[in-house]
């Protein structure tokens, strides 16, 4: 029941038409919806991939 509610979020996030954008406490974009992609010109896969690579490099950075 609880991933359902969970799929159910994403669905509604990702497909809502306002933009949306999930940040962090520095103001860093972690997550961005459909429209909100469209907003700065970037597709889905490539803002993913953006938000893939800085996590990983910041989970690097506080190993060292």
Do not use: M, W
Not at 4 to 26: K, Q, S
Not at 44 to 55: E, I, P, T
Request: proline share 2%.
């Amino acid at each position: 029941a609880l991933e359902e509610e969970r799929e159910r979020y994403r669905h509604l996030f990702h497909l809502a038409p306002e933009a949306y954008f999930v940040t962090d406490l520095r103001a860093i974009i972690r997550e961005a919806n459909l429209a909100g992609t469209e907003l700065i010109g970037l597709s889905l896969d490539r803002v993913q991939v953006l938000f893939a690579s800085a996590r990983d490099k910041h989970r690097s950075l506080r190993r060292d």
